[in-house]
């Protein structure tokens, strides 16, 4: 059964998660419902996805609550994958994600396997490419298939880390309108963590942002302003808007500084 769209997903009670000895951030309090998309920047190192390992329960908050209610999707940053790229069609990696789930073996399984990882697919739109080697596909293709193992487990929270890094701007809103569509259709509400801003803030809910331990969390024209990010920073940071694009200047972040600072396309 999926939860009522009028209950909290995650509910996050005044949660400190520290690494190392050293705290991420403390107090941090938020709840997330259904459908909704949750945008999370900062600099490196600030703890973006140490957050959603910390969603995923592969990390323990070390004060505080942290309540996450469905089944729980993933979409990792990217990277090599282990296995040798030529030898695992896409079907198989996105197959990973239904056998990571659930064991089992007997022809009953594999329809069952079949039939996960084909509506999948679909769901990205990924079939004509789907039965090629993994590694001989475009970093779009790839994400697309990403996306899809995650949601071979129908899931309720689907956590993203920059996935559309290293995408052109293209296939970067393509994977953006698909997890919009998805959010919309099946109430599945997403946390996206990004260093762009501009491309998500179409359909970005809420943005929470992360800088040294401190953080805030708001609408993007709640968060988005000179004056909070200068407090959050503790220096000065300008945002500007140039048409429908926010341009940040000043943040000291190799992501935001000035020479980058138009956030994407
Ligand atoms: N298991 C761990 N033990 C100790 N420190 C860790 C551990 N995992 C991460 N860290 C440290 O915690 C901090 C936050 O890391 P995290 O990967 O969450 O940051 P991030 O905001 O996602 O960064 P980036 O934008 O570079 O991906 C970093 O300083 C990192 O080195």
Same mark, same amino acid.
């Given at each position: 059964m999926r939860t009522p769209?009028?209950?909290?997903l995650v509910e996050l009670t005044d949660v400190e998660l520290s690494l190392g000895g050293r705290p991420?951030?403390? !107090?941090l309090t938020l709840s997330i419902r259904p459908g909704e998309f949750i945008a999370v920047l900062g600099p490196n190192g600030s703890g973006k996805t140490s957050l959603l390992r910390m969603l995923l329960g592969q990390l323990r908050a070390t004060a505080g609550s942290v309540e996450v209610a469905g089944s729980v999707g993933y979409v990792p940053q990217?990277?090599?994958?282990?296995?040798d790229p030529l030898a695992v069609r896409g079907l198989d990696l996105v197959g990973f994600g239904v056998d990571g789930a659930s064991w089992g073996v007997g022809w009953r399984h594999r329809r069952r396997r079949r039939r996960l990882v084909a509506a999948a697919v679909a769901q990205v739109d990924a079939a004509r490419f789907?039965?090629?080697?993994? !590694?001989?596909?475009s970093g779009g293709e790839q994400q697309r298939l990403r996306v899809a193992q995650a949601l071979t487990r129908d899931p309720e929270l689907l956590l993203c880390d920059?996935?559309?890094?290293?995408?052109?701007p293209g296939s970067g809103q393509r994977i953006l309108e698909l997890l919009d569509q998805r959010r919309r259709t099946e109430g599945t509400a997403l946390v996206f963590v990004t260093h762009e801003i501009n491309p998500v803030l179409p359909y970005v809910d809420r943005v929470l942002y992360l800088v040294g331990g401190r953080f805030v969390i708001g609408t993007p024209d709640e968060v988005m302003t000179t004056d909070v990010l200068s407090a959050l920073y503790g220096s000065r940071v300008d945002v500007a808007r140039i048409g429908a694009r926010l341009v940040v200047l000043g943040a000291e972040d190799g992501h935001h500084c000035a020479d980058e600072s138009v956030l994407g396309g």
């Open positions: 769209r009028d209950s909290p991420l951030w403390r !107090g990217q990277h090599a994958d282990d296995a789907a039965s090629r080697p993994f !590694g001989l596909l920059e996935p559309m890094s290293s995408l052109d």
